[in-house]
């Protein structure tokens, strides 16, 4: 997981710092593309396999709609 604001509030605790490493580790690590977002669609974060299947990089990919991103065959 990639997401700077996360990262600014966890920046202070080293427990959270920890939790945030291991959730980014075994995030990272399935083999399935893996995504949060809100209800509007917005992504949250995503990891590798997600962003290299559908041609994006992460940075691409967070932030964005996750419309934009899919066709509605996929959905």
């Known amino acids: 997981m990639q ?3 996360r ?3 966890a ?5 959270k710092q920890q939790s945030f490493r291991n959730v980014d580790a075994l995030f990272d690590s399935y083999p399935e593309s893996v995504f949060l977002m809100e209800c509007s ?4 974060d995503t990891n590798k396999t997600f962003a290299c ?5 992460l940075q691409e ?3 964005t709609n996750i ?7 996929l959905m």
Request: charged share 30%; net charge negative; glycine share 10%.
């Open 11 to 15: 920046s202070t605790d080293p427990i």
């Open 67 to 73: 419309y934009d991103l899919l066709s509605l065959e």
């Open 61 to 63: 990919c967070i932030g």
């Open 41 to 44: 669609g917005q992504i949250v």
């Open 7 to 9: 990262d600014k509030r």
């Open 3 to 5: 997401n700077q604001e």
């Open 53 to 57: 299947r559908i041609g994006k990089s």
